[in-house]
């Protein structure tokens, strides 16, 4: 087999310089050069490897890299550099993106020329491929010494497109991807001279770009203005990415956006007099108020101002709700019915205020939980303030008695409308620091439902709202009056017996039976006894009902709270007789007049074995207030030891029932003084409880842990739990460590 003849390098390289010559032809659009044909091709990368697998020292490899770059070296600094600086704007930029793509083909085609050498050659010395050469040469000669004239270029065409210009966004796109592809100076694998070269630059340009559009548009545009021009300029930078920016600038881009438009101008934008925050939530502006946590919600902590204005926002309503409700109270405060009414006008607004600023949040906030804190911290704050001298927690109690008695108030509910309110109520409770004074009104409130009022909302109802107080409040919090209608159920089944029995021995009609509710003293409210002494008419009565009751209660003990009881008689008098509904002490009194034309206020007192107070209040209400029963010498209207009384025989009304009501007694200072009491056994049970755990501690330390046991049910003063150490001190349930006055030890 003949050997191939040797190629000298010269003779080899002749051929490769003409195929050289003509790619520049084609690359150059020359009308008369055709591309290249099979042939052509073969020859020249069979040149190549022949002159490459020659044996040393005819192996011409190193040389014919070194040729390979030098092609380039030349073309690129005499040719290409040349046409591109001759050049300026966005012509020099489509210029240098059409140099670049011939240049990506002229590598592709002598690459294929150079083919062993990138198959053998190259691995084997370590250096970088063909292509890789070819794109370091146009990084070298090309791109190091344009990079800045064209990043300022792009920028430039950006914010032209920023002001609504058309660009070619195509030939944006191909300049970048030099950017991106010069990465670690040509191999590819890096966005170095991206990063460095042209996005540092560009989001810096962006940043002041929006600076100057943010300080133009705060100060002509309205709150809901400016967010509708910066949602739509976010979109537009987002669709920039996806048409010519690399995808790793998106959220660089976005934030640089959102921090100069939004984030930087947040408190100033909230607080703009005729359309900042503060009116879109007045004035129910629920598609801005959504755009805007849209907007916000994006950045980092961006939602903080929006969520400290809507709290400042809400506080301030309710406050002024405060203010109102507390000026109302003021100027009508010598009539006790207009109070009441105003009072429970509050609460109804704090509630509507509460669905207001609720709906807000669920549906312009989607639910944050950083709204849902705001509007919990704003609703402290004023829920926890009085309105004239009574406190919310009085307040809300008295406006759930008119929900569940369906004749106490104006508005007939439905069951519906009922639950719905009742949820209402038990949400605006959470708010509160006071829940046990509301749960001792409430418990005052359910007893008089109960035991008085015939029109009071059915069981099913309070049961409900037991159900409700227990899921906010836990079980603690209503065992007792869940005891008092589970005991109200025991006593109607004891009445029913009684009624049977009297009945059957007395032939009386049930209209005419002595009723008595028993309870059970450790689930009812505490009640002032009175030690009445009954006309034996009235004892009788009493006397006959405690006989049926020890048949099969002989060990429990009954004590009749005559001040809760109430009685029907007939008043005859000369037109018309009238039926009398009073109390029971009321009716002791004028059943002493069965027998007697005329008594003083001394018998009156020593018959009824009462107290003055008990007396004077007595016969106040039967002789001085709207209905005078009673006459009484002398005739003025105020009660004195030497008047006299007699049964009034020319009383008369257009109705034949009257309720004749007693004076009312301020039960609020007791129910506070019950707390008060209540929550000193508390705070000691609870500092026991931490010291028998811990055995030493701190001072801070154990006033921290009481009031965090404590604060589900209301906030412990600090000075109260300090008296309550020092009163556990002095019974001997703690004692300060020795040479530490704030560090107390447990005893056992």
């Known amino acids: 087999m003949a050997e191939r003849p040797i190629i000298t390098l010269d003779a080899g390289w002749s ?22 044909d099979s042939d052509t091709y073969m020859q020249l990368y069979t040149t190549i490897y022949n002159m490459s697998t020659q044996k040393p020292p005819n192996d011409h490899s190193a040389e014919l890299y070194e040729r390979y770059i030098k092609t380039f070296e030349v073309y690129l600094n005499s040719t290409v550099r040349q046409a591109i600086r001759e050049k300026h704007g966005v012509f020099m930029l489509r210029e240098l993106v059409n140099r670049w793509t011939n240049h990506q083909v002229m590598v592709k085609w002598l690459s294929r020329f150079f083919f062993y050498l990138d198959r053998y050659f190259l691995p084997r010395r370590s250096l970088p491929s063909l292509k890789g050469t070819g794109l370091n040469c146009f990084y070298n000669y090309i791109y190091e010494s344009l990079k800045v004239p064209v990043k300022d270029v792009i920028i430039s065409l950006i914010n032209q497109e920023r002001e609504g210009d058309e660009i070619d966004r195509t030939m944006l796109k191909h300049a970048l991807e030099l950017f991106v592809l010069m990465g670690d100076k040509g191999v590819g694998d890096s966005l170095d001279c991206y990063v460095n070269d042209f996005e540092t630059a560009f989001l810096t340009d962006t940043a002041d770009y929006y600076t100057r559009k943010a300080s133009l548009w705060i100060q002509e545009d309205s709150c809901p203005d400016y967010m509708i021009k910066a949602e739509e300029r976010l979109k537009r930078e987002k669709d920039s990415v996806s048409h010519y920016l690399h995808s790793s600038t998106e959220e660089k881009l976005l ?63 309710g406050m002024s709700l405060i203010q109102q409700a507390g000026d109302a109270v003021t100027t009508k405060r010598d009539d006790k019915a207009a109070v009441a009414m105003q009072e429970q006008a509050f609460i109804r607004r ?103 009022d015939k029109n ?27 005891g008092m209608i589970n ?44 030690d009445l002494r009954l006309p034996l008419e009235m004892a009788e009565c009493v006397q006959s009902f405690k006989k049926f009751y020890q ?32 109390s029971t002490h009321q009716a002791a009194v004028l059943v002493l007049f069965n027998s007697s034309d005329k008594l003083s206020y001394s018998e009156i007192r020593e018959q009824l074995n009462l107290t003055d107070d008990d007396v004077v209040r007595l016969l106040h209400s039967l002789s001085c207030a709207k209905y005078k029963i009673l006459a009484k010498e002398p005739n003025t209207r105020i009660i004195s030891q030497e008047d006299s009384f007699s049964w009034n025989v020319e009383f008369t009304d257009k109705m034949r029932r009257i309720k004749i009501p007693l004076p009312p007694v301020d039960e609020k200072k007791k129910v506070i003084e019950d707390v008060d009491k209540d929550r000193r056994y508390a705070i000691d049970a609870s500092i026991v409880r931490i010291m028998k755990a811990r055995k030493v501690l701190q001072y801070n330390d154990l006033v921290t842990a009481c009031v965090e046991q404590l604060s589900r049910m209301f906030k412990p003063d600090f000075k109260v739990i300090k008296k309550r150490i020092e009163d556990l001190i002095s019974r001997e349930f703690l004692e300060r460590e020795e040479g530490s006055a704030n560090t107390f030890r447990y005893l056992a």
């Open 15 to 36: 051929p490769m310089e003409q195929g050289i010559a003509k790619l520049k032809r084609i690359l150059a659009n020359d009308p008369d050069e055709s591309q290249f």
């Open 255 to 317: 934030e640089k956006v959102q921090h100069h438009l939004l984030l930087n101008n947040a408190q100033q934008l909230f607080e703009k007099e005729h359309s900042g925050c503060h009116v879109l939530l007045k004035d129910d502006k629920n598609e801005d108020l959504e755009r805007m946590y849209r907007l916000f919600s994006s950045i980092k902590n961006g939602l903080d101002p929006l969520s400290a204005a809507f709290k400042q926002h809400v506080t301030s309503e």
């Open 350 to 452: 704090v509630i509507e205020l509460h669905d207001k600023y609720y709906a807000y949040v669920t549906i312009s906030f989607k639910k944050d939980n950083l709204f849902h804190k705001a509007l919990k911290e704003a609703f402290e704050v004023f829920c926890n303030k009085k309105v004239g001298n009574s406190l919310v927690a009085e307040l809300l109690s008295t406006f759930s008695d008119g929900i569940l008695r369906k004749g106490g108030s104006n508005e007939k509910l439905d069951d519906d409308a009922i639950e719905e309110s009742l949820d209402k109520i038990v949400c605006l409770l959470s708010y509160l620091d006071d829940k046990d004074l509301f749960s001792e009104f409430c418990k005052k409130k359910l007893a008089r439902r109960l035991l008085f």
């Open 456 to 482: 009071s909302a059915d069981d099913n109802h309070e049961r409900s709202f037991l159900s409700k107080l227990k899921q906010q409040c836990g079980a603690q919090f209503t065992s007792k009056m869940e």
């Open 487 to 530: 005991d109200l159920e025991t006593a109607r089944d004891m009445q029913n017996r009684y009624k049977e029995d009297y009945t059957n021995k007395y032939d009386y009609t049930s209209n005419d039976i002595f009723n008595v509710t028993v309870l059970t003293t450790g689930y009812w409210p505490t009640y002032k006894t009175i």
């Open 551 to 582: 048949v099969d209660k002989k060990n429990r003990k009954l004590t009749f709270l005559y001040s809760m009881g109430s009685c029907n008689g007939t008043g005859k008098f000369q037109k018309k007789p009238i039926e009398l509904i009073v």
